[in-house]
């Protein structure tokens, strides 16, 4: 049976030591790859094996501008080769592109493995010292200043019903901003944790109250924001 592969990559180049022996053992035998985007994939593929011949590998990129590259997809599995799939960053399909490749492969018979490895959201989760039972993930939050204080809000009132853990992710050279508008829009009381640049030596997480992060910055880095109640014994 064909096999579709999904291949964590690196959240930072530093990272390596978060990368499985699987996946290079399956980078190893695979020469077929759909990924998020071609550069990222090619130094992803180097780092992990440096005796790739990257020229040797047929790649298409997941454009969702030009849905082309799907048809691509479905002649290779038509033809039952072995697919790896790459995003940009973490794990595919997990706030990631990934999830048509998957639904096209299961159509074509193939035996989907997901294989271990970083991925941004479980890391920042299991560091916060929030329920990591019961959560909710948003992705991206709005950018205009009204409608995410509206669906900042929302997001606490699901904590405050629920008790679930709460969790956002933004573009690196908004994240003061998110402070900023967090700080303003919710209780003070109400814990935040910041996890930044995950993996790296850099890496930074920190969990305290609202108030605590007013006029505090952290600048153009990954990062993942989460509200939630502290586990108490």
């Known amino acids: 049976m064909p096999r579709l592969y999904l291949i964590p990559s690196l959240l930072h180049e530093e990272g390596i030591q978060h990368i499985p022996p699987a996946v290079k053992t399956t980078i190893e035998k695979v020469s077929y790859y759909v990924v998020e ?5 090619r130094r992803f593929l180097k780092i992990v094996d440096d005796k790739i011949t990257i020229d040797s590998l047929c790649m298409l990129e997941m454009n969702q501008k030009d849905p082309i590259w799907v048809e691509d997809v479905t002649r290779w599995l038509q033809s039952n080769v072995d697919i790896g799939v790459i995003s940009e960053a973490g794990a595919p399909c997990i706030a990631d592109p990934g999830a048509i490749v998957v639904h096209l492969a299961r159509q074509a018979d193939y035996q989907i493995i997901p294989l271990a490895g970083p991925v941004s959201m479980m890391l920042a989760l299991m560091s916060s010292g929030f329920d990591g039972q019961r959560y909710t993930f948003h992705g991206y939050l709005p950018v205009k200043e009204l409608a995410l204080k509206d669906r900042l809000r929302t997001i606490h009132t699901g904590l405050t019903k629920t008790g679930y853990t709460q969790l956002w992710m933004e573009t690196p050279y908004r994240n003061d901003n998110m402070i900023t508008q967090v700080t303003k829009a919710l209780p003070g009381h109400v814990h935040l944790c910041i996890a930044s640049d995950l993996t790296a030596p850099s890496e930074t997480i920190i969990t305290k109250p609202i108030k605590e992060w007013r006029n505090k910055k952290i600048g153009k880095r ?8 502290p586990q108490q014994p």
């Open 37 to 41: 985007r071609l550069r990222t994939a």
């Open 222 to 229: 990954p990062s993942i924001f989460l509200i939630g109640h």
